[in-house]
């Protein structure tokens, strides 16, 4: 039986769809049989240095075509893909590579200066371990277009189990310091196989989130499997506009967004003069779904169905929420997806029944093998075969779940649990609120109080106490926020997820414990 391997999925693309456009990026288009030349000429490149299979490979760039030609090489060259978050700054990104055990260092030209501020620092890359794209870089580093004009483009008889690793995905650390999430070619292609979420070698996908991230690395490997074409968006700052530009161009059929960019491109005044009906299917996930912002995707992207999902770098894709149960079950994030098992466990140890809160595992085909280096956590996050990464979720009567919030982000307020992701969708309802983040921030008395830090509408005069007072008029008290400020902007991770962690560390500094 063939291998499930993620290079075998490139070169059956190739059979089937030579000519075929693979990936487009600004004014580059490229077919299946010439990204693939160029993979094979890579990755004959790396061994040609004298790297080998099971070797790790640090990755540090902006979205382009070459960041998956660097990890469809790896994969054939049975090596392991380090993607780096470009937000990180210089001790982060030292961190990752000194704790993946990196040896060779792959980079957009763009990073030099954060790449020549830390080389003394990275323990196992070599001064000749540089390898860089898109410009000169540093004397000796390797030219990437050098590389692949002398090596040869002849397919690669690399010896590789499928249970090994394709790419270490570092979490994000909204709460905490990034652990490495190992994912094999196994899990990988199970994934792009089952295909959740019905693409075709007819979808046309706009792919947003970062190469670096779970999500466009599974998009991306799901578009090669089933023949699609992969429009890549570039990194930086979300401009809706620009959204609305290329999905009228390029007559995008799918794409994947995080709940904060479907707002800001509602937040464009003239939307509505775009073209946007070759859109077919959208799906939102990484962060949860406000009502509100459902609705107005629905009303705006009309000829369009909507899916909602909920997965992890560390559990694959888990559950859908499909179109016809958009409006029947507004605040679930779906059932379990095939071949996937859930069970939510409460502080006992035991099932929660329908409507109880608990923690949410998993057993999917997409599961993780475990944190790099970190058996302690690794042995935390699995219970047997399930794994969770530390979300509180409830399921109802017709196995329907919940995410209900982050555990971590979870407050407790005077012995009450309350969690802040029922205050932010109510806040994402305000017409005065572009976005919110509740955190729990110390209080002597209740050991925490509900804080609300919100980003108001342009010209908006809205205060503290019209917000606490709205707020009262739709949720028990206990939940309500004892202060409120505001801000220009809220920090996001590189995914568009608000990091609740840096905001709450503004009012935990000093203190004896930090939730």
Partial sequence: MPQLLVGNALRAAVRKFPSKVAFVFKDQRITYKDFEERVNRLANGFLAKGYKPGDHVAILAYNCIEYY??????????????????????????????????????????????????????????????????????????????????????????QVDENTTWYIGYTSGTTGRPK?????????VLLAANNFYGLSQETVTLLIMPILHYNSITFGLINVY?????????????????????????????????????????????????????????????????????????????????????GATEIGSTTCLHPQD???????????????????????????????????????????????????????????EYATVGDMAMVDEEGYYYIVDRKNDMIISGGENIYPTEVDNLLSKHPDIISAATIGIP????????????????????????????????????????SVEFWSELPLNATGKIMKRLIRDKFWEGKDRAI
């Avoid at 990073?111 to 004397?139: A, C, Q, T, W």
């Avoid at 490495?180 to 990988?188: D, E, L, T």
């Avoid at 009303?299 to 909602?308: D, I, N, P, S």
């Avoid at 739709?474 to 309500?480: D, E, I, Q, V």
């Fill in 69 to 158: 030609e660097i990890l469809f090489a790896l994969a054939k060259a049975g090596m392991v893909a380090v993607p780096i978050n470009f937000r990180l700054v210089g001790e982060e990104i030292v961190f990752i590579v000194n704790n993946s055990d990196a040896k060779l260092f792959v980079y957009e030209a763009s990073f030099h200066d954060v790449i020549n501020g830390m080389r003394s620092k990275l323990e196992h890359i070599s001064h000749e371990s540089y390898i860089v794209f898109g410009g000169d870089g540093s004397p000796g580093d390797v030219r990437y277009e050098e590389l692949l004009a002398a090596s040869i483009p002849a397919d690669l008889d690399i």
């Fill in 180 to 188: 490495g999430a190992m994912r094999s070619h196994r899990a990988n």
């Fill in 226 to 310: 089933w023949g699609a074409t992969t429009v890549i968006y570039p990194s930086g700052n979300f401009n809706g506009r620009e959204i609305l530009e290329i999905i009228e161009k390029e007559k995008v059929t799918f794409s994947s967004m995080v709940p904060t960019m479907y707002t800001i491109i509602f937040q464009i005044p003239d939307k509505d003069k775009f073209d946007i009906s070759s859109v077919k299917r959208l799906l939102t996930s990484s962060a949860p779904l406000m009502t509100k912002t459902k609705e107005d995707i629905l009303a705006f992207f009309k000829g369009a169905e909507l899916l909602e999902g909920y």
């Fill in 326 to 384: 958009q409006y029947r079950k507004v605040r679930s994030c779906g059932q379990a997806n095939p071949y996937c098992r859930i069970k939510v466990i409460n502080t006992k140890g035991h099932e929660c029944a329908p409507g109880e809160v608990g923690e949410l595992y998993a057993f999917t085909p997409g599961l993780f093998e475990g944190y790099y280096k970190d058996p302690e956590k690794t042995a935390h996050a699995f219970m047997g």
């Fill in 443 to 482: 209080d002597e008395k209740w050991g925490e109080a509900v804080k609300v830090v919100a980003v108001k509408k342009p010209g908006s005069t809205l205060t503290e106490a019209e917000v606490i007072a709205y707020c009262k008029q739709n949720l028990a008290g206990y939940k309500c926020p004892k």
